[in-house]
């Protein structure tokens, strides 16, 4: 037995130990490549033997000293082969000729170099000196003389390791030994350093190395980085030897041998558990003879050493440990016992030897998991088999109630899964987790079938009708996962039809989940089998919502089959139809093949709202789009909605770049080439100008562009073809008709203040004394009157606008403007009409109000220009400008109102400072550039004059004043009037295209102003048919009936005029040619 437990042997930890050993003694690369390496193997082998006489070189051919990558070269101890001046150059590889030499063991050339010249220092590849290549390649003849010629055995290469740390680990006593001899090597060097050569020595495991360093002075207790023994690096490698001998040394030199064996590393652990990991059971015991303890846990996972033995199938270990008082059932972290670390690893000998010895075979960890639980997720059936043998309860779940073969489903072990089938399955069968799923729940949900298959050949009767904490079947998750393997078996048992109408609590069957998880494949098998495609669940979503709502195209191409009824026009409890669902969610695809399978693009959910105004509201630009460039979009564009706001008005407010694509459709293009005479291009306006029978008769589209600003649609060829035409029709007529009136009343209004102020004297004495000239001019008789009627006519006018406009009315500044305007106009020209009217008002009121109102004319007739082409531009470019310099002004006048009071404080002695208002207007006025320097301040001070009759000086702070003054020049007259120069002119091309906008919004403001106020027609009429119907229409005369009818009428008429009229051009046009060809004499 004895002999069995030596040689039993962990095939994971032995592998484990090696390669951890492999990779810390291989920190530095080999320097030889494979073609050095048989040279040094078999010094006759190669291109060339080892030994050469060399010929007598030239001089470009002493530079070999730098070998190549393919050969290696061979140094003589002749000295006309060496150059110092490249003797210690690196080749490619980042090797010196003395390198070369060492990896050779070429003796003779090592000396020849040193002699003439070579660094014994030098640092090549990862900063490995010739001493470092020495070592690795165990020359030690070549060492001993490298250590004569003072080359350094502690200088560090890259990874910070020293030629004796590296012989060290090696384990070349004799390399060692000759360093060691050094007079450079003494204890404070060697315990120098995070590794020192010790803890080299250490992980090597020569115990001849390890006693050299002891009797050299290395420190047993100093450790790795500070935080690992000498001790537990041993441990790791196994080196029994090493850890002897340290153990030996700790027992003379430290006053407790036990709490140097039980020192831990960075993670708590301590050389027995380093051991117990590596499965070596003689360190074992020397560790636990010299008092380690066996039950120490680490500070990570809280493991003991019987945990670690256990984990890795020592089996042993796990003996020797229980022999010296291990506790069998400690725990770790997660509260697992030995029993639970062989059980999860399937190492079924321990397994047996802890339950002999007593271990708790129901032992539960943080998880509630046993150790038969933990076995069979981890598919250890050899441990599964000994701890049913024991009595391990078969029934037993954890904490989320999940039993054996929940877990054996779970984690897909099908070969566990029949082996607890043939153990008590009834019960198994039964039992539920915590969300009451059965074992059938579980498997169905899986993407193969087998395990459900299994399971299917024992269910019992009633077994797939148990329903989980969601009220699901097992079909209902395998619907829902999409596993179509599953579904097949499971439509191959009884009621299988039955149980695809079974819903869930939110009312979804089996087919809904399949839909609603873009599961095609699984929903056509569903519905081959009997699935209902109008069940709807509790939010009204048939199998079809699901589908859209998802985005699955294929799963709403596989429920639209022809052969199936359909669904289309299916609404759920909101009245949405999947329509509505696929521009709610922004699948496009999936709408544009519900249009062509028919579906109601009018239909409105409870809100009203079509699938436009739901891909509106949602701002989905992909769908909007996809169904604005289908057919059948006019037959959503056309439709009448209930609020009376059109599909195009939320288009052009929310999505302006479907607005364009619904403008780019409604124009056609003759098949013509455009230099053809009959080319012609046709515009469909009504999506702009809708008919009053589509319930938007007050809709105007490109009023609506024009409130949010939208330059591009205003700049569309449609909707300049409408703004031209409505033009043609009404705007012009009226707005040059307009214009006209005003610019008579404005010659009227400025020839009656003129002749009125002719006859007219003011007195300086009082304002309201005045002598008048007796002046019997018809004129000035008549025309009092004439303005009155202009008046009356335009608040008769401004009472209608505020009649359909309401407040729109006073949210435009143009009509406060002018009311304020023609107020100021009857105050004063009323007194001129009645003598009763004079005593209202004063003369200065009734002189200022004239004033003013003739001014404020002026200024509205020069507004009028707006609406006119490229005149209006530029008139709206300086309104533009104004405002600019209204705000930035605005900004500023902070600073002016302090440079006011200022000056009106300096030099308040004259007359352009001595009140505040007048001080203010000199700043302005000095601000363009009118200063008076030397009027101001120049001749009041350099002749030191006072104001008269006082002594008081007209500057009586000349320093201060001449101070603020020209930091006023400065700061306001070049500054801020070159930064307004610069608002105005600099950026003319901004306020040019602003201008431009804003005139093509004064433009359709215009036309939408006038065909609210005087009824415009829709988009019907031709412009003829409209002035006919404007001049013809008489409040009260007709129905509107009749009107339509008489319109009606005039088409045909005009229609058939105009075909008179071609065929009088046409026989006018022959006659033509008849008498060119008798002039001519041409002959028929």
Same mark, same amino acid.
């Given at each position: ?194 590794? +020192? =050569?010790? $803890? %080299? #020595? ?9 006693? !050299? /360093?002891?009797?050299? @002075? &290395? *420190? ?116 697992? +016992? =030995?029993? $639970? %670390? #062989? ?9 047996? !030897? /802890?339950?002999?010895? @007593? &271990? *708790? ?724």
């Amino acid at each position: 037995m004895s002999c069995i437990i030596r040689n039993y042997t962990s095939p994971v930890l032995s592998s484990r130990g090696t390669q951890r050993s492999t990779l810390s003694a291989s920190k530095v690369r080999p320097w030889f490549d494979n073609e050095g390496l048989e040279l040094i193997s078999n010094p006759g082998s190669g291109n060339g033997s080892r030994r050469q006489t060399p010929t007598s070189p030239t001089e470009a051919e002493i530079k070999p000293f730098k070998p190549t990558k393919s050969s290696l070269q061979h140094f003589s101890a002749d000295a006309s082969l060496l150059n110092t001046g490249d003797i210690n150059a690196l080749d490619d590889e980042g090797l010196s000729a003395l390198h070369r030499a060492i990896r050779l063991d070429d003796q003779e050339g090592v000396m020849s170099l040193l002699d003439h010249g070579a660094d014994v220092n030098i640092s090549g590849t990862s900063g490995h000196t010739p001493l470092h290549a020495a070592v690795r390649f165990e020359r030690s003849t070549i060492v001993k003389l490298l250590l004569q010629r003072r080359a350094n055995p502690l200088k560090e290469n890259e990874n910070h390791a020293t030629p004796l740390c590296l012989a060290a680990q090696k384990g070349l006593t004799e390399i060692t030994r000759l360093m060691l001899d050094d007079s450079r090597v003494g204890p404070s060097a060697i315990n120098k350093g995070d590794i +020192t =050569p010790f $803890h %080299c #020595a250490c992980l090597g495991g020569n115990p001849e190395v390890c006693a !050299l /360093l002891f009797d050299s @002075g &290395a *420190d047993i207790t100093c450790k790795v980085f500070g935080t690992t023994p000498a001790l537990t690096f041993a441990a790791w490698q196994g080196h029994e030897e090493a850890c002897q001998l340290i153990i030996e040394k700790a027992s003379i030199k430290l006053p407790s041998l036990i709490d140097f064996v039980n020192e831990r590393d960075e993670e708590g652990k301590t050389a027995l558990q380093k051991a117990c990991v590596g499965g070596y059971e003689g360190l074992v015991d020397l560790l636990i003879r010299n008092g380690a303890d066996s039950n120490a846990v680490d500070w990570v996972e809280c493991m003991s050493p019987l945990h670690l033995a256990a984990k890795y199938g020592h089996l042993a270990v796990v003996e020797l440990l229980i022999l010296n008082g291990a506790v069998i059932d400690a725990r770790n972290g997660r509260l697992r +016992t =030995p029993l $639970h %670390c #062989a059980a999860e690893f399937n190492h079924g000998r321990i397994v047996e !030897l /802890l339950l002999e010895i @007593g &271990a *708790d075979v129901e032992a539960r960890d943080t998880a509630e998991m046993t150790p038969f639980l933990l076995a069979v997720t981890h598919a250890a059936s050899h441990s599964v088999q000994v701890l049913l043998d024991n009595g391990a309860d078969k029934t037993a779940v954890d904490s989320s109630l999940n039993s054996c073969l929940h877990l054996a489903i779970s984690y897909c072990k099908t070969e566990m899964v029949k082996i607890l089938l043939g153990k008590d399955k009834d019960k198994l069968l039964q039992l539920k987790d915590k969300n009451l799923n059965t074992v059938f729940h579980l498997a169905a949900g899986k993407k193969g079938s087998e395990i459900l298959e299994i399971l299917l050949r024992e269910k019992e009767k009633g077994s797939l009708c148990q329903r989980d904490a969601k009220d699901r079947l097992a079909l209902h998750i395998a619907a829902e996962k999409g596993s179509i393997h599953c579904v097949e078996a499971l439509s191959r048992c009884p009621g299988f039809s039955f149980h695809t109408q079974q819903a869930d609590e939110k009312g979804r069957t089996p087919l809904h989940l399949a839909a609603s998880n873009k599961h095609a494949e699984t929903c056509r098998v569903l519905l081959k089998n009997g699935a209902e495609v109008f069940q709807m669940d509790l939010r009204g979503f048939t199998a079809l919502h699901h589908a859209v709502e998802a985005g699955s195209l294929q799963t709403v191409q596989v429920l639209l089959d022809c052969r199936l009824p359909s669904t289309l026009e299916r609404v759920d409890l909101n009245n949405n139809t999947p329509l509505h669902i696929a521009c709610m969610h922004n699948h496009p695809d999936i709408l544009c093949f519900l249009l062509d399978r028919g579906a109601n693009v009018t239909a409105k959910n409870k809100r009203n709202m079509t699938c436009l105004d739901v891909a509106i509201e949602w701002e989905a630009s992909e769908v909007a789009t996809t169904l604005m460039r289908h057919p059948r979009c006019e037959e959503v564009l056309i439709y009448s909605p209930d609020d009376g706001v059109c599909s195009m008005d939320k288009l052009i407010e929310k999505l302006p770049n479907v607005a364009e694509i619904v403008l780019d459709n409604c124009i056609t293009y003759s098949p013509l080439p455009p230099s053809h005479v009959d080319f012609s291009v046709k515009f469909y306006l009504i999506p702009l100008d809708p008919y009053t029978k589509y319930g938007c008769s007050n809709y105007f589209g490109p009023a609506c562009m024009a409130k949010h600003r939208r330059e591009k649609l205003l700049n569309h060829n449609v909707t300049q073809a409408l703004l031209r035409w409505k033009w043609m029709v009404l705007g012009k007529f009226v707005t040059f008709f307009n214009a006209l009136v005003f610019a008579v009343f404005v010659v009227l209004f400025s020839s009656f203040i003129v002749k009125e102020r002719e006859k007219v004297k003011l007195s300086h004495s009082s304002k309201n004394e005045i002598t008048i000239v007796e002046d019997n001019d018809s004129f000035l008789n008549q025309t009092p009157w004439i303005i009155i009627v202009f008046l009356v006519l335009q608040l008769i006018k401004e009472l209608v606008q505020m009649f359909w406009l309401r407040l729109l009315y006073f949210t435009d500044l143009t009509n406060l403007f002018e009311l304020i305007m023609f107020a100021f106009v009857w105050i004063f020209t009323l007194p001129s009409v009645s003598e009763s009217c004079s005593s209202l008002f004063t003369t200065a009121t009734r002189w200022s109000a004239g004033v003013l109102g003739l001014f404020m004319s002026y200024i509205s007739l020069t507004l009028y220009f707006r609406r006119f082409g490229g005149l209006g531009l530029y008139v709206t470019m300086y309104v533009e400008v104004l405002f600019t310099f209204v705000k930035v002004i605005s900004t500023f006048m902070i600073a002016l109102t302090g440079y006011a009071f200022v000056f009106f404080i300096l030099l308040k002695e004259q007359g352009n400072f001595s009140d505040f208002w007048f001080s203010t207007a000199k700043i302005l006025v000095m601000m363009v550039g009118e200063l008076d320097y030397t009027d101001i301040l120049v001749e009041h001070v350099v002749n030191n004059q006072t104001v008269p009759g006082t002594s008081f000086p007209y500057v009586p702070l000349p320093r201060l004043t001449f101070a603020l003054f020209l930091v006023f020049i400065l700061m306001v007259s070049i500054v801020l009037v070159n930064l307004l120069v610069g608002l105005a002119v600099g950026d003319i091309e901004s306020i040019q295209r602003t201008a431009s906008l804003r005139a093509l919004i004064d433009q359709v403001f215009l036309v939408d102003t006038i065909m609210k106020s005087v009824l415009l027609a829709g988009s019907d009429l031709s412009a003829r048919e409209f002035m006919e119907l404007l001049l013809s229409r008489k409040s009260g005369s007709t129905t509107p009936a009749e009107e339509w009818r008489q319109i009606e009428l005039a088409r045909e008429e005009t229609q058939g005029e105009s075909i008179r009229n071609l065929q009088a051009t046409v026989e006018a046009q022959g006659r033509l040619l008849q008498a060119m060809a008798d002039r001519l004499r041409i002959l028929e």
